[in-house]
């Protein structure tokens, strides 16, 4: 059969399939810029002035089954699987400014890492080769895009809470036509709170996070993501100074659904609930106290996005700390004649 002849049967077959699926994906990649799971134990702390680092290793896997239908890069496909590695390096400085009473912080996360997607069936695509083939798969290394945060946090007793306003700015690494992209290319704005509770003397931490996404249109796709709430937790137990225990987990819920020029799967909204465990264990290299904590995440209660498990190993420690401020003595009265 030619060539042309067989474009023109395949584009028949993707154009009946798209119609007759069942269900489909929501968020463009069925991924939303806040990477879920990601504000753990302590989220609502904020550390004295100075400046901090702080990795975090980060692994996902799986899969859109079912007949479900995905959209990422142009490219529309069926049964796909997704295993995700990536590193996110964040330098974060706490500033001496106050606002309110609260200590004004700023933080830019670099994530790199690889999307391993495999496609049991290619839809739709710019590249009309892989349309031919019908089937695709991609694990490309790259940088993805910068994530520039502004924070507040405040203190009272055992309480800690935060307010975040966090931008994304695309990197330019995106490739449209290619299902492995740890660039999601589309610029958006994250507001969100934090709140822990923290008792110092019976070693009990309980942390929530609420958080909503606005995203702006992939001018390269022209796919616009709906908005999107997230909401993560904690319980934990601290069985001594350097050792905790305890749940995690997070829920989502996209609040408006997909649109833009280059949707083609429909306006779906996605949701997704996770529960799991972590471990958080604290030593010193010389006077340098480092901070380690796993993260285990399994999903359930999936709709219109993939349905698996995450993985988060976070290293922090501080690379400098403002001295604390003196105490001022009390003057004594001298009484003037």
């Known amino acids: 059969m030619p060539k042309s002849w067989r474009s023109v049967c395949f584009a028949l077959v993707s154009a009946t399939a798209l119609q007759a699926a069942p269900d489909a994906q929501a ?43 995905f959209q990422g890069g142009g490219v529309v496909a069926a049964n796909v699987k997704l295993d995700f590695s990536a590193n996110f390096a964040t330098p974060i400085w706490v500033t001496p400014v106050e606002i309110f009473g609260g200590n004004l912080g700023f933080s830019l996360t670099i994530p790199f890492g690889t999307p391993n997607v495999s496609a049991g069936a290619v839809l739709s695509s710019p590249r009309i080769d892989r349309i031919i083939a019908g089937r695709e798969h991609d694990a490309i290394f790259n940088v993805g895009d910068i994530y520039l945060a502004s924070f507040v946090g405040w203190h009272s007793g055992n309480f800690h809470w935060s307010t975040t306003l966090l931008g994304v700015v695309p990197s330019g ?36 996070v609420p958080g909503i996404t606005f995203n702006w249109i992939n001018p390269a796709t022209q796919y616009l993501t709906g908005t999107e709430f997230h909401l993560e ?58 901070s380690t904590n796993v993260r285990f995440f399994r999903e359930f209660d999936v709709r219109n996005r993939f349905t698996g498990t995450a993985t988060y190993l976070s290293i922090s420690a501080p690379l400098w700390v403002a001295p604390p401020k003196p105490v001022a003595e009390a003057k004594p009265l001298v009484a003037k004649f």
């Open 233 to 290: 937790w904690s319980a934990s137990k601290y069985l001594n100074k350097e050792l905790s225990i305890g749940l995690v987990g997070y829920y989502y819920d996209q609040l408006t659904g997909d649109s833009g020029a280059g949707n083609r799967i429909g306006p779906f909204k996605g949701r997704v609930t996770s529960l799991g465990g972590q471990i958080g264990y604290t030593f010193k290299v010389g006077e340098i106290p480092v």
């Open 173 to 208: 690494s995106f490739q449209n036509g290619q299902l492995s992209n740890i660039s999601l290319n589309r610029p958006a704005l994250d507001l969100s709170g934090a709140l822990t509770y923290l008792d110092p003397v019976l070693g009990y931490e309980l942390s929530v």
């Open 27 to 69: 968020a463009e990649y069925a991924q939303g810029i806040y990477v879920l799971g990601n504000r753990g134990p302590l989220a609502g702390v904020t550390p004295p002035p100075g400046f901090y680092f702080e990795n975090e290793t980060y692994y996902y896997s799986g899969d859109l089954g079912g007949g479900r239908v």
